[in-house]
C-alpha cells in the first residue's frame, strides 16, 4: 500500500477497538484517535483517549482537514442502537464512515453491505444475503444465503444463521447459536450464546437453550 495512509477516529477504546485495529492491518487506514464516554486506558501508548461528546468536538475543530477523516463506531454487544447514533453523530460532523472488512472474510459478489458494517475475521456473508447499516458479522459467523440482518444488529462469535433469516434491527446472536432456516428474529431480541433457534423470535425477548425458548427470570 506504500505510504498512502488514510486518517480513522472510533467511538470506542476497549475491545472492539483492538478487533478494529487487527483488521486494518495490511490496509490504508490508520487509527489517530480514540473516544469513549469513559475515561478508560487507551489500547496504544501512541493514542490518547478523548472522554465525551465536547472533547470530540474540540479535537475535531483542531484537524486541519477533517472531511478527509474517517470514522467507526467501536462498539461491540447488543448495543446497535450506538452504533447507529454514532453513525449518523459522524456524518453530520462532516466525516467519512469506515466500514471494516476483515482480509480473511468471505463476503460473496451478490450480497449487499450497509453502511459502517464491521465484518470480522472468517466471517462468510453468502449469496444474496443483506446487511443493514452498523451490523456485525463477528469472529467466523456464518450469515447464509437469501439472509436479512436490519440495521444495528450482531451476528457473534461462531454464531450460524441458516438460509433466508431475518434478524430485526439492534438484534443480538450470541456466540455459537444457530438459527435455522427462514426464521425470523424480533427487532431488540437476544439469543444466547449456544442456543438452537427452532421458531420465530418475537420482538425484545431473550431466547436461550436447545430448542431455545423465551428466558424469564424467576
Not at 129 to 143: E, P
Request: charge should be neutral.
Amino acid at each position: 500500500m506504500g505510504d498512502i495512509r488514510h486518517a480513522v477516529v472510533l467511538w470506542g477504546a476497549t475491545g472492539q477497538a483492538k478487533v478494529i485495529s487487527e483488521a486494518l492491518r495490511g490496509t490504508p487506514f490508520k487509527i489517530v484517535a480514540l473516544f469513549d464516554n469513559r475515561p478508560v486506558t487507551s489500547p496504544w501508548e501512541h493514542i490518547p483517549v478523548g472522554c465525551g461528546l465536547e472533547a470530540f468536538d474540540q479535537w475535531l475543530s483542531r484537524q486541519a482537514n477533517p472531511r478527509e477523516l474517517y470514522a467507526a463506531p467501536a462498539i461491540g454487544g447488543a448495543n446497535g442502537k450506538d452504533r447507529l447514533y454514532f453513525l449518523d453523530f459522524f456524518a453530520e460532523r462532516g466525516l467519512r464512515i469506515l466500514s471494516v472488512r476483515h482480509r480473511s472474510a468471505f463476503v460473496a459478489e451478490d450480497a449487499h453491505i450497509g453502511e459502517g458494517c464491521q465484518i470480522l475475521a472468517q466471517a462468510a456473508v453468502c449469496a444474496f444475503a443483506r446487511l443493514g447499516r452498523a451490523v456485525i458479522a463477528n469472529t467466523a459467523s456464518c450469515i447464509e444465503h437469501d439472509c436479512v440482518v436490519e440495521d444495528g444488529a450482531h451476528i457473534g462469535p461462531g454464531a450460524i444463521l441458516a438460509g433466508e433469516v431475518r434478524v430485526g434491527g439492534n438484534a443480538f446472536i450470541g456466540t455459537g447459536a444457530v438459527v435455522l432456516p427462514r426464521i425470523s428474529i424480533g427487532e431488540n431480541a437476544v439469543v444466547g450464546a449456544g442456543a438452537v433457534v427452532t421458531r420465530d423470535v418475537p420482538d425484545g425477548v431473550t431466547v436461550i437453550g436447545n430448542p431455545a425458548r423465551i428466558h424469564t427470570k424467576g
